[in-house]
């Protein structure tokens, strides 16, 4: 058996934080307009986990996404009401017990909040952002074209809730992707080295959002390992070019070619979506040893 070279990373886990049933069109794929489904449909998903990717890099935590918000169960006011309230209730059932919260789910991992130390956000849906309450100590991470998009009219309808997002104490650091020299994440040619140690990489991958981002997590020894977040809703799907109904369909295409080309390259390379029920063994597959 191959034994891993050190590197800056440790461990990678995966914790979820509850569940959410979903509309099967948001899967895809569909040929329904959006408007049209989301009104007349009447089946749902079975309860699909809401999953939080916790790697630990040696300058501290790094957290992909941070879940869902227990308040999104047990607050009638959380969700905005009206036609933008009526959007929320047809295209999600939360689900959050008292220990599904992200402090909760760090300390089963023997960890605790204040060990984050860096938070990349995939996208700012509610079921990504709903731990930031808790990291007003970190520095959080989304795509500068994420952030932006909360200044255009309308936000709540297009599924992202500015005032649980623009918390204050927050500290928010804009991920600016820049032009990259790296042969190992081609055919991408921006992103951004998130410690300058090529451990990290931050990848532009719009579509389900403008400014949805990926992480790439390489470690001596280890499979790569691709975070993707609402990019597809299972890795089997993403790899047998299958669609999603949601977001900007071109993009999303073009996104997962970049992947399958990324895929070539890494053969080893595994890919973790927040809603994919078999993150947790494919991640525990990764953590085996591997010769590249």
Known sequence: MTRPRAGPIGRVRVLSTGTVAIRPEQIGPTRKPVLWWLLTSTEWTAPKPVNVFVVEHREGLVLFDTGQDRASVTDPGYFPSGPA?????????????????????????????GDVRRVVLSH???????????????????????LDSLARPFPRARGLLPDRIDLPGLQWKP????PI??????????????????????????????????????????????MVGDLTFDAARLAAGIPTGTGDKRRSAR??????????????????????????????????????
């Open 85 to 113: 309230g009526l959007i929320y209730s047809r295209i999600a059932k939360p689900r959050m017990d008292t220990g599904d919260t992200l402090p909760a789910r760090l300390a089963e991992l023997g960890h605790d909040t």
């Open 124 to 146: 700012l849906h509610h079921d990504h952002i709903g731990g930031l309450p808790h990291l007003g100590h970190a520095q959080i991470h989304a795509a500068r074209a994420e």
């Open 175 to 178: 991920i600016d992707f820049a």
């Open 181 to 226: 020299d790296d042969p190992g994440a081609a055919p991408f040619t921006t992103g951004l080295d998130l410690y300058g140690d090529g451990s990290i990489l931050l990848l532009p991958t719009p579509g389900h959002t403008p400014g949805s981002t990926s992480m790439l997590v390489r470690r001596p020894g280890r499979r790569p390992l691709l």
């Open 255 to 292: 996104t997962a070619a970049n992947v399958a080309a990324l895929r070539a390259r890494l053969p080893g390379l595994t890919v973790l979506a927040a809603h994919d029920p078999d993150a947790a063994a494919l991640l525990e597959q990764a953590e085996q040893p591997y010769r590249d």
